[in-house]
């Protein structure tokens, strides 16, 4: 489980994973906050408390899935329980509001290209 401090290939990405779903996926956690990708834990929240213990707000932490193979906006899978907040309108496991949908799309691109 790691905070992304170099920007990297998908193939670079898909090495370095340790927790890797059927060797296709990975979970990360966007910090839309500090335009920050966490990668690589068996739960999302796992990813999402290592950004709380760094001062991060949960608010700002959002909860995908990355797929090596994958191109385009099927790279980027909007689904996670940490998603699930009614505070923010989020009622289920998705990413609804469109333009959230593309500050972490943006973010994903600035790490992973």
Known sequence: MQILKEIMTKEELKTICTVCFDDEMVKAVVDLGSDQLGIDAELHADIEQMF???GARQ???????LYF???GEDFIEYDSLINIRPRQNNMGRGVYDE???KKIAEVVRKWIV
């Open 69 to 71: 193979d994958e191109e």
């Open 52 to 54: 709380l213990q760094q």
């Open 99 to 101: 333009m959230t949908r």
């Open 59 to 65: 608010e700002d932490l959002w909860g995908i899935n």
